[in-house]
């Protein structure tokens, strides 16, 4: 038995090989783009600074249609003019979110480091029958369609982009009601961990599978070959690539484990209880730096909120100073410092806990227990050092300065 789940916006993303003529229009278009979103965030920031003006979307799309006049800029009328006014688009949006203290200042695009992309609406592409062409061209792209999109799903706008290794990507946003199995009864704690990726309340450990460490070495070798080209040579170009083919691999193996994962955990349980972690403040950690990238907490927590809004479950994500490790789960004694060597330990009441499977126990009984008192604990990302009453509730305040370090 399934059920219909909420109406959201999903991305398809696909994997095409452009014609000559086609990656040509598509590079000329990022290009076209970048200049864009650069000379409207310069004219922003000049109209700020100069004059404390404030210069909105329709503001800089009026200075397009004049640029587009100009003799210097006239390229920007030989490519579709719909992923020029989404440059625009992100700009304000990206302004927007200054201005609520969501992200930084805006700042300018670069032509080795930014992601090459363009955007296209409704009106700049035309799908049919799985046949996919842009403004501009004359052929269709060449999709490999490793999976259908939604029954019925029209694009509503198309990504097209190209990765640092050369690869060509379209993504499709569609409106889709994912399905997913009804409602169980099931809860989970979850803890985050480095040899097991994930310990889990119920006892199991996902081991970790470590694919920057089981590539480190054709990593290397690419980055040694790197060095020794000379800069701005065709042969260095070929050896960037291969370093960058190397890090899309490591990326791509993680990324599709973790949505293997991330599925499984919401599939199985209604309720996903996880650490508030502060992965920026962890990699200060030199030592533990590399190991913790490799883990990518971070994407995981993400799979999990959104696809846990996707099909109705429930994230609970518990304060980051709750001492799990530490917290008797049989008794609920708090034990002193506790190093990460230390695995395993024994209760004064004579239980003995593996470390991992204990932070998880007292993870999933914490959320638990402050969802029910209906407390909010899942505390916002952006708020800095932010203690839900989850460890005031649970752990007494403690007396010696040991007892006050957090879990390790």
Known sequence: MSVTANHVK????????????????LSRTFGCVRKVYNMALQARTEAWTLRQERINYN???AMLTAWKKTEELSYLSEVSSVPL??????????????????????????????RRSAEYTSSAFRYRD????????AEPLDIVWSRPLPEGAVPSTVTVSQDSAGRWFVSMLCDDRPTMPAPVNAAVGIDAGITSLVTLSTGEKITNPKHERRDRRRLAKAQRELSRKAKGSANREKARKKVARVHARIADRRRDFLHKLTTRLVRENQTVVIEDLTVRNMLKNRKLARSISDASWTELRSMLEYKAQWYGRELIAVDRWFPSSRLCSACGTLQGRMPLNVREWTCGC???HDRDVNAAENILAAGLAAAACGDGVRP?????????????????????????????
Do not use: C, D, I
Request: net charge positive; hydrophobic share 35%.
């Open 130 to 137: 799985g046949v996919l062409t842009l403004a501009k061209m």
């Open 350 to 352: 004579g239980t003995t």
């Open 85 to 114: 006014q989404q440059a625009l688009r992100h700009l304000q949006g990206a302004f927007a979110n200054f201005w609520l203290k969501r992200a930084k200042y805006p700042t300018l695009k670069s032509r080795k480091k930014s």
């Open 59 to 61: 503001a800089t799309s």
């Open 10 to 25: 999903r991305a398809f993303k696909y994997r095409f090989y452009p014609t000559g003529a086609q990656a040509a229009e």
């Open 380 to 408: 916002q990302r952006s708020t800095p050092g932010g203690r839900s009453s989850v460890k005031q509730e649970v752990v007494p305040p403690p007396r010696s300065r040991a007892a006050a370090q957090p879990r390790g």
